[in-house]
């Protein structure tokens, strides 16, 4: 491990720093701005990987990647050509650019978008994604390839162009088409990216609440109101650009139309993998209690029925959502640092009646499922789902939360399709080097051995008992920009000594009035 990297999770143990984007909470920069991609490798690889890391015949690397954040507004110059001109025809716009340098960290509060995620930034990370896929036949992505808020940013840069300044509070429907269609212009784009770097792999996904024509999810217009255009109008192009076709076209519309969900069974591999539309679940998202019940009913019954069905049939299953269950520890800390906290500090991601049904579906299922992926906190973290169930959180390629873009390379048993191993690559923006580097290992790092999933339950308490493990976490949260120079680039809501209690509790402690326990007698 870097001892750089090492360092600097040490020395924030001995930080009471608490400076975060203004005093914003991650709920408060999610609504203001209104608003990952993996990769499994399931051929048979004798040789060495692309990245030099050695491989036998009962392992495979597994690339995952989340939260890209694509901001088709970083050259203001380039508007009016992204308009007129063919998404295909994208790349030589944005080529054009005299912006050469990615995306800097953290937040700008009038210009949200431009800390997302740009084109020199995008090209970085498809460049490293590619040098890692391997022998894979199939690619997974957990949500978010849009940036956050591309609706709203849309308008006053289509009206300033007819002459109007400010835009309407409420756009005229003109002006709505004109955003839809530069929406889908941008999601066909981006995905287009990620095939042109992928081959002709399937790649797997989940939906963001970015991915939408409201910021709020796929399946809302912004107002709670259900609309699922964004599915409808995009349902094909998910199907043919990243899917490839691997999975049954009518049942996939039938589900994603509507829902936003689907499961698939790529050709030559004994996997099932099901994307989950966990927006619905959310708390932010859909802020009225009961008021998503039937859809979110819908959803898990449908699930159980795909584990049910996987179990019978004897295939192991990949789960990939973006929102994971558990606390909102962001917004949490955002709230209020201060022990004792209460209800009404503790924040759940989903509404609780939803995350309860959830995992009793899961505990109805011991061994089916063997790999769970999740983003959307833009952090590197994991969740302890059940006795023996983990679920893992990806950091995000875009810098918006002040981390550093990155993703994880895993090592999966080829028998039992579970991880034994990741290294984690990031892009330090404080030096801007010519690619993604390996940031560290977690085999190495910790020293575990074995199921990851055991040794992520095996390493909790251990984040208590010994410091020199508890810095490694907090080092590596942000991926690795742990020490912030303004701010500009200062993390949400860094990790101190005062908040360590929260964000420790929120890793095996999913039910809220556990986590208020848990975090109150630390």
């Known amino acids: 491990m870097d001892s750089n990297a090492k360092n600097n999770g040490e020395s924030q143990i001995n930080s009471e720093s608490t400076t975060c984007c203004g005093g914003m909470t991650r709920r408060d920069f999610v609504k203001y701005s209104a608003g990952t991609v993996a990769c499994i490798y399931l051929g048979a690889l004798h040789t060495a990987c692309s990245s030099g890391t050695s491989t036998t015949s009962n392992n495979f690397p597994v690339v995952v990647f989340s939260d890209v954040h694509f901001n088709p507004f970083y050259d203001p110059s380039l508007f009016q050509q992204l308009v007129t001109r063919d998404s295909s025809e994208w790349a030589s716009v944005f080529q054009s650019s005299s912006i050469t340098t990615p995306s800097a960290w953290g937040q700008d509060t009038n210009k949200p978008l431009l800390k997302d995620t740009n084109y020199p930034l995008l090209v ?157 679940c959310t708390t932010l998202f859909y802020p009225v209690q009961g008021a998503n019940d039937s859809a979110v009913a819908t959803e898990l019954d449908w699930l159980d029925a795909r584990l049910a069905a996987a179990k019978v049939a004897g295939k192991k299953v990949v789960l990939l959502m973006h929102a994971p269950p558990g606390v909102d520890v962001g917004t949490t800390v955002g709230k209020s640092s201060t022990i004792p906290i209460n209800s009404a500090t503790a924040t759940m991601m989903w509404w609780p009646a939803y995350q309860s049904r959830f995992l009793k579906i899961l505990s109805n299922y011991p061994g089916t499922v063997s790999l769970t992926l999740a983003g959307h906190t833009h952090m590197d973290d994991y969740r302890i789902l059940t006795a023996s169930d983990t679920l893992e959180i990806l950091p995000a390629i875009a810098s918006y939360s002040g981390n550093n873009p990155a993703f994880k390379v895993f090592t999966v048993s080829r028998d039992t399709f579970k991880p034994i191993d990741y290294r984690s690559m990031n892009y330090d923006l404080a030096t801007s080097p010519a690619q993604f580097n390996v940031y560290y290992t977690f085999s190495a790092a910790y020293s575990m051995q074995g199921d990851l999933a055991a040794s992520l339950i095996q390493l909790t308490p251990a984040l208590v008992s010994d410091a020199s493990k508890q810095a490694l976490y907090r080092g590596y949260f942000y991926s690795g920009h742990n020490s912030p120079v303004s701010i500009t680039d200062t993390q949400i809501n860094p990790i101190t000594n005062t908040n360590w209690p929260f964000y420790w509790c929120g890793i095996g402690k999913m039910e809220q009035q556990q986590y208020i326990d848990g975090v109150n007698s630390y």
């Open 124 to 280: 970085l990370a498809l460049s490293s994604i590619k040098q890692n896929l391997g022998a894979s036949p199939l690619v997974m992505f957990t949500g978010d390839l849009l940036g956050h808020g591309i609706p709203q940013q849309f308008y006053p840069r289509y009206y300033a162009n007819l002459g109007i300044s400010p835009a309407p509070t409420t756009p005229d429907a003109t002006a709505v088409a004109a955003m839809k269609a530069f929406t889908n212009k941008t999601l066909a784009f981006v995905m287009g990216q990620v095939r042109a770097s992928v081959g002709n792999r399937p790649v797997m996904f989940a939906v963001g609440n970015s991915d939408s024509y409201s910021g709020y999810g796929p399946n809302q217009d912004g107002n709670f109101s259900p609309d699922n255009s964004f599915l409808a109008d995009n349902a094909e192009l998910f199907y043919t650009t990243f899917l490839n076709g691997t999975a049954d076209h009518q049942e996939f519309l039938s589900t994603f139309t509507s829902g936003g969900y689907y499961s698939a069974e790529p050709p030559g591999t004994n996997v099932m993998v099901i994307g989950l539309n966990t927006i619905l």
